[in-house]
T-cell receptor
Framework: QKEVEQNSGPLSVPEGAIASLNCTYS??????FFWYRQYSGKSPELIMS????GDKEDGRFTAQLNKASQYVSLLIRDSQPSDSATYLC???????????FGTGTSLTVIP | DAGITQSPRHKVTETGTPVTLRCHQT?????MYWYRQDPGHGLRLIHY???????DKGEVSDGYSVSRSKTEDFLLTLESATSSQTSVYFC?????????????FGEGSWLTVV
């Protein structure tokens, strides 16, 4: 069974701070990794993806990937109250078309 | 917007009755998925389809069946609903992007079995 573990949270940060979300995965065949944001009562929406080791930046978001350690993270800089949501980590399996999700980390940004 | 429509969006049904959830997509995506989401378990794959009449089981397929007779429609059926199937059900599609295939979700169907 392919497992995805995320820090359980809930995570609270003050407005303007950096929020750090972590994820480890068991499937060494995973090649691409996705972060989704899910507001309460809504469907998950894609924030960003990463498939090469290192950092990838997109606006206030930075994804970090270390395949050797089977670790992926998401940093949110200058956190805003609108970032308050649950963040889901999703590796894409080695077959290329199956996606596995962690249970998510709940983030609250305090004004 | 990945052009995914789920119906019904909300449903209350009685234990033992059959229930069918419909996922409709307008952009000719080959891969379609059904997930359920429950507190403490996250999103779990029920079934997926890789083409018309081509489907396969996910990690929580017991009690569910699917059908895909047209590219645009992927149906999830609970043959005899149980209270343990009370959940939020998300349909999803995958499409090629710069990171390979990427998955996008519909708005969800909230099902309560009483």
């Amino acid at each position: 069974q392919k497992e995805v573990e995320q820090n359980s949270g809930p995570l609270s940060v003050p407005e303007g701070a950096i929020a750090s979300l972590n994820c480890t995965y068991s499937d060494r065949g995973s090649q691409s990794f996705f972060w989704y944001r899910q507001y309460s009562g809504k469907s998950p929406e894609l924030i960003m993806s990463i498939y090469s080791n290192g950092d990838k930046e997109d606006g206030r978001f930075t994804a970090q990937l270390n395949k050797a350690s089977q670790y992926v993270s998401l940093l949110i800089r200058d956190s805003q109250p609108s970032d308050s949501a649950t963040y889901l980590c999703a590796p894409r399996g080695g077959t290329g078309n199956q996606f596995y999700f962690g249970t998510g980390t709940s983030l609250t940004v305090i004004p | 917007d990945a052009g995914i429509t789920q119906s019904p969006r909300h449903k209350v049904t009685e234990t033992g009755t059959p229930v069918t959830l419909r996922c409709h997509q307008t952009e000719n995506h080959r891969y379609m998925y059904w997930y359920r989401q429950d507190p403490g378990h996250g999103l779990r794959l029920i079934h997926y389809s890789y083409g018309v009449k081509d489907t396969d089981k996910g990690e929580v397929s017991d009690g569910y069946s699917v059908s895909r007779s047209k590219t645009e429609d992927f149906l999830l059926t609970l043959e005899s609903a149980t209270s343990s199937q009370t959940s939020v059900y998300f349909c999803a599609i995958s499409e090629p992007t710069g990171a390979g295939n990427t998955i996008y979700f519909g708005e969800g169907s909230w099902l309560t079995v009483v």
